[in-house]
């Protein structure tokens, strides 16, 4: 195989695919990028196994200016490949690769032999009939994602937790997802197209998630299907495909309180920075706890009793309504569910001392199913 | 003790004393910030046992907005105190300190209780007389710093090479630093007044130095004065004292090679660039070494033959004259030397593959005793 290329493309794209390949993998091939050269263009594949993501390049594209002499495939390390092509001095690279693999790259003086793999011995992505495309809307979708990825727990004992649940509505989507301390529910409208049914729920791995809201421009039109057990996104030159968790994931919906005994509105921007001052001195103590006090008017913060020191801090808020009560929890998950609002006021509705605290816009959204709700436990202190 | 301070002002006269406080040591006193109060301002103290940096905030800063009630001394732990005050949500900080050395921490509604220990207890900074205090020439100090700290020694098995040595000439002074592989030189003119010698020769820790080069503004009148194996630079409301390192500095001025054999001319930062590249194979090897050939008025970087694959370039060079030649060394090595240059051309001098390289300046400088020489010691391949 033989091409030259856009030197600035070419870094972009193998930039792109080679955030799918691990930093540490069992399967040497899977350090390398493969380049598989048609006549229409160069498919770069980078993969750690449970993801894949898949950049074409065409011949048609101007600005590539790509010049193919020869089909072929190959495999070339990752890592070096990536430095070598960011580096080299001209805008203009030509990789040339011989019988035995090993890969030619030069570009002005400079000149590269770097020896390759037959990209025969790379595994096949799995090749899906994709019949039921879904149009994301993209901006919404990555904010979604942003607003729910936090709370997905990171332990492997019960693998279907680490990742993001969606849920298709009829004209809305659903993601879920939690650690069993807390969770984050947020809903988007989505029109579908007359009977698109790819999925009713699956759950997709969150590393896939927040390598997705990374790498997808915003003003790009995004799709997904889905079949067997496999999860593909796609928008512009890029394909991203990815493994679905499997196991059953909890019906969370029963854990959303219903009732209310006491309901306190603040600037979330504002409690976040109080709860992050508390959480100094938290963060010191054997246990992370920070108490929140409502009574009598007065809303007040502290960390008290450790070896360091004590914090309090009466807080500025819209509104506290019905029963006193004292509270505990833990300031990183509730700066966690404050973050994902923004700079709006959000109402705080709690039950006991020992149910969850559950945290939501106080203006409802103008369109229905756009809702972002955080559920929060709190920690029993005595 | 307690006071009122603006909370930038505090802020950064924290974070500037910080830069001195260790992040492992066996003397606890020292993971803390002495703070000093008397009539005239707060004095902040922050040490390693090596250095010790001190900041003066004055009361007749008007910036500082200093209000002191009452004087007295205490040690307060410094990365919390410094998280503290710069998260406190108003510009408007008091500390009041009781008799058992509880600090309380107030700005707004949020109140910190922050348990000290007594000022007394923390070590005693040199109380040294300073007579013959040297004016240095602020920025070129700095470079000069920054043109040979890279030179200096990572080892402890001889503690004076991972100094700079500083030698004071008459009107210039000379910055030499070693790890014996290879060495920098830089000289800076300087005018002395009348028989300033406060010292002939002294190595400083390049801690000291970098702390140093990072913390002094370009505009700042900066001094230096020596006494009893101390050094002390002082600039604005700074000071900071560092031990001095004992022992001979190795004879360096013997090293200089004064005969040449071969003469490269070339662009610093081309050839930079191109050694950079050269590196991308050599880090992959097991020796990290690049070769350089000269010969029939073509100069050409290589690695060759490792695992992974080869590289050659062809480079652009502004001269090349004398014996043909065929040399190796350690690309980090020689980009730290040709960055320290600049944009620039360099001329590099050779004697033989085993003797040292010397890289200056094509350029000879209007002013005397204002060079920069680069040594780098060539590693033996056969």
Request: glycine share 4%.
């Amino acid at each position: 195989m033989k091409f030259t290329i856009n030197r600035t493309i070419f870094t972009q794209q193998i930039n792109n695919v080679q955030r799918a390949i691990p930093s540490k993998t069992t399967i040497n091939i899977l350090y390398g990028i493969k380049l598989a050269v048609s006549e229409q263009g160069i498919t770069l594949i980078g993969s750690d196994a449970d993801i894949s993501i898949e950049s074409f390049i065409a011949t048609s594209d101007d600005i590539a200016k790509l010049n193919i002499e020869k089909t072929g495939e190959i495999v070339l390390p990752a890592r070096l490949l990536s430095e070598i092509v960011k580096k080299l001095p001209t805008d203009e690279v030509e990789i040339d690769v011989d019988e035995r693999f090993t890969a030619t790259i030069t570009s002005g003086n400079a000149e590269f032999q770097i020896i390759g793999i037959n990209g025969n011995e790379y595994p096949r992505l799995p090749e899906i009939d994709i019949e039921n495309q879904i149009v994301l809307p993209t901006l919404t979708f990555k904010k979604m994602i942003n607003q729910t990825i936090f709370a997905a727990s990171n332990q492997e004992s019960r693998p279907v937790l680490t990742g993001i649940h969606l849920v298709l509505g009829e004209n809305f989507l659903t993601a879920v997802a939690t650690d069993s301390h807390r969770l984050s529910q947020r809903q988007i409208p989505l029109q579908l197209e007359k009977e698109q049914t790819c999925f009713e729920a699956i759950t997709i791995p969150k590393k896939t998630m927040s390598e997705l809201a990374k790498i997808v421009p915003d003003e790009s039109e995004l799709t997904m299907s889905v079949a067997n057990q496999q999860i593909i996104f796609h928008f512009d030159q890029i394909t991203i495909y990815s493994r679905l968790l499997e196991g059953n994931y909890p019906a969370t919906d029963r854990l959303i309180p219903t009732t209310t005994e006491t309901e306190l509105v603040v600037n979330a921007s504002d409690f976040l920075q109080a709860i992050d001052r508390a959480s100094l001195l938290s963060h010191e103590g054997k246990n992370n706890i920070v108490h929140l006090e409502i009574d009598n008017n007065k809303v007040e913060l502290s960390v008290k009793g450790n070896e360091i020191g004590n914090v309090a801090e009466e807080i500025n808020y819209e509104s506290a309504d019905g029963e006193a009560l004292k509270i505990s929890f833990n300031p990183d998950y509730m700066k966690d569910a404050l973050r994902s609002f923004g700079d709006i006021l959000v109402k705080i509705q709690f039950n006991s001392p020992v149910r969850p605290m559950l945290l939501s816009s106080l203006e409802k959204n103008e369109s229905a199913h756009n809702e972002l709700i955080q559920l929060l436990t709190p920690v029993r202190t005595h």
